[in-house]
């Protein structure tokens, strides 16, 4: 199907020059890609040849900057060859682009709009900050444009477009738009003006109804114009498909009065012309309408999910009132919906009401299958924390269940249901995880063997350390070289200790979310001390005994970092452990400035807070990680231990190490007791690849 909108081109005649129409929109937008484009424009244009006078007629309500821009540049480029006329509208980008022509025709009846180029945008922040640049980009444009023409400054002419100024025919020449006022008749009804912004739809009504037709002097003949001739001839042709006689010397009440006689019957039907302004912004809404019914949907759908969580509905009562919810009219006044009649129910804990309130497996599914969704460490200790009440009201357990524990305390449950999701356990683990990532990060920087491997009392781990390496050779003829191509590597023994901390739980304690959180840190600092002190048995003087001069805490800077760099520069790998007094002299003022983890220079730059143990004086230490040897793994079980619950191990992220979590029954006192435990040690690697940091 062919374009709706094209340049029309019409060749010179003895009394008139060549012409080319740009009536409609310009170039592809949202609304339509039937504008015309500055390609096809300038096609139109470069079939007349240069140095013949050519006028180009307007009637547009704008479009896109870019190919108007093309337009613009094309006219500029004959500008002494082209008149402008002013059919109607020179609106928006059509405004500017007759500004390149050496001469602009602006007749009384034509109206004109300048304003700042926009648009429609999506994505972040950041896309959105881009396009506005974007758009101001093109505002310079047009307003240097406007202001060559004009002569105003650029100031006058910001504040016009930032405004969206319109102006009559002969206010466009006042102000320099144009050139020439004429009296002429324009088509201002022929233009299609919803692609503009809702500001501007209306506002140019006030000019268009100010607008009187010009009224002839008595006993002047009126001259159409070209425009009004086309319509005459199409009148003629009409009344003769209907066998009506018709002249173009006759006057429009005779062409009236010839179109009344052709027979209704007879007519062909009028069809609705399809506006692909309008469809395509149907298109548009109904995208829109169907997205922020999924969105809808999925809001109240969690919302039903979070009453689950708060007792205050079941699970399977959620699932009723989800239909319900969302067939609800969305003009409900808030305090009137479903929801928030809801909301106002009581939460009651699981079995205090026979019907609605008492907590279902499927109630109990929900909860615990919400919790596993949650990233192991901080977000779930969080969510957990923040739901505490809810989730036990939802039945999930403060402790993991067994048949046995369960048939003690006179609960009984179904071996086939069990579920190791609890609440007191998940809140231990991923305290730990989030204390742990941070105490023991330092861990990165030595050379480590960590597994999961049950390891023996008095057990060694051997952690391979490489010593010396080959010698690489020039034009070698050998390529076996078991001499030079060969590096030494050692094994590190590295004998564990078993490091255990853990504590018994009341019944009162194990019913408080934020206690338990508070409890579980507090016992993971202790590990991580106890952890961190086997490290720190390694860091003394005796075992590196490269040196650089002592610092107090006040003066260590840029330069003393870099001295312990240039003790290891030749380390392909260099990392550095600062005491804590040390670390805050590189925190920036602002503390999302940069990642305190880094420092240029360095692989890894760690803050460890606890030195018991080290070397006397030792603050900080800088080494490849060949300088020290750690290696971990899991205790066996303990004989002596009650009925166990749940063993649970929890493995640091980027670290590796592993630790169990093991929580067990004593049935003499009926307590629930937890430890947590990792077999862990630490041995000197290369005594050349590291060097210790000391305060005086």
Request: include cysteine; proline fraction near 5%.
């Amino acid at each position: 199907m062919a374009k709706r909108f094209v340049p029309t081109f019409n060749a010179a005649t003895a009394d008139s020059p060549a012409e080319i129409l740009v009536h409609g929109p310009i170039g592809k937008s949202f609304w339509s890609e039937e504008g015309i484009t500055g390609e096809e424009f300038t096609n139109e244009l470069n079939k007349i040849p240069k140095g013949t006078k050519v006028t180009v007629g307007v009637n547009s309500q704008g479009g896109a900057v870019g190919e108007g821009l093309a337009i613009y540049n094309a006219i500029q480029r004959r500008s002494e060859d082209v008149t402008v006329r002013i059919d109607g509208y020179a609106v928006s980008i059509a405004s500017v682009f007759p500004l390149g022509a050496s001469k602009v025709v602006s007749p009384k009846s034509s109206i004109w709009m300048i304003h700042n180029a926009w648009g429609y945008s999506e994505g972040n922040a950041e896309d959105m900050r881009k396009y506005a640049d974007t758009l101001e980009t093109h505002d310079q444009t047009m307003r240097g444009i406007y202001a060559g023409r004009t002569g105003k400054s650029d100031k006058a002419v910001a504040d016009a477009m930032a405004a969206e100024t319109w102006f009559t025919g002969s206010e466009a020449v006042a102000w320099g738009l144009a050139d020439e006022e004429t009296d002429g008749a324009v088509a201002l009804a022929s233009i299609d003006m919803s692609a503009l912004p809702a500001k501007s739809v209306g506002r140019h009504t006030e000019i268009l109804n100010s607008l009187k037709p010009a009224v002839a002097p008595q006993g002047a003949v009126p001259t159409p114009n070209h425009q009004e001739q086309m319509h005459k001839q199409k009148i003629i042709a009409l009344l003769k498909k209907h066998g009506i006689d018709a002249s173009e010397t006759e006057t429009e009440e005779q062409l009236q009065a010839k179109l009344d006689k052709i027979p209704t019957a007879t007519a062909p039907p009028i069809q609705p012309i399809p506006n692909p302004a309008i469809s395509a912004e149907d298109s548009r809404i109904k995208k829109m309408e169907e997205r922020w019914d999924r969105e809808r949907a999925t809001r109240i759908s969690r919302d039903l999910d979070q009453l689950v969580l708060d007792g205050r509905i079941s699970a399977a009562e959620s699932k009723d009132w989800l239909p319900k919810c969302i067939a609800e009219a969305e003009d409900t006044p808030t305090e009137n919906t479903i929801l928030a009649t809801l909301k106002k129910r009581e939460p009651v804990l699981m079995g205090a009401d026979p019907v609605r309130n008492i907590a279902t497996a499927s109630d109990m599914k929900t909860a615990r299958d919400t919790i596993k969704s949650k990233k192991e460490g901080k977000e779930r200790r969080d969510f957990i924390v923040a739901n505490w009440e809810s989730l036990k009201a939802a039945g999930v357990p403060l402790v993991p269940d067994n048949p046995i524990k369960a048939a003690m305390r006179g609960t009984p449950v179904a071996a086939n249901t069990m579920d190791s999701t609890a609440l007191t356990t998940d809140v231990l683990a991923s305290s730990f995880i989030t204390v742990l990532q941070n105490r023991l990060a330092p861990l990165s920087a030595f050379s480590t063997n960590f597994g999961t491997d049950r390891i023996k009392p008095l057990s060694e781990i051997q952690v391979p350390i490489v010593t010396t390496g080959g010698t690489a050779q020039t034009n070698a003829t050998n390529f076996e070289d078991t001499t030079n191509f060969v590096g030494t590597v050692d094994n590190r023994p590295v004998q564990p200790a078993r490091i255990t901390s853990g504590a018994h739980l009341t019944a009162a304690e194990l019913n408080q979310g934020f206690f338990m959180q508070q409890f579980a840190e507090i016992k993971a600092h202790e590990l991580a001390d106890a952890v961190q002190a086997a490290v720190n048995a390694i860091l003394t003087q005796a075992n590196f005994t490269s040196t650089v001069p002592d610092v107090s805490f006040g003066n260590f800077g840029h330069d003393e970092l870099g001295a312990l760099w240039e003790v290891i520069a030749k380390s392909g790998v260099k990392n550095v452990m600062l005491h804590q007094s040390y670390y805050r002299n590189f925190l920036p003022s602002n503390r999302f400035a940069w990642d305190t983890t880094t420092q240029p220079g360095w692989d890894g730059f760690f803050l460890n807070t606890y030195w018991t143990g080290a070397g006397t004086n030792v603050r900080g230490f800088a080494c490849n990680p060949q300088a020290v040897a750690v290696g971990a793994g899991l205790p066996l079980a303990s004989p002596n231990r009650g009925m166990l619950v749940s063993a649970r191990t929890i493995t640091l992220p980027e670290i590796g190490l592993s630790i169990e979590q093991q929580e067990w029954f004593a049935t003499a006192g009926k307590v629930d007791w937890t430890n947590w435990e990792v077999m862990f040690g630490a041995a000197l690697g290369d005594a050349s690849a590291g060097v210790v940091q000391r305060i005086p």
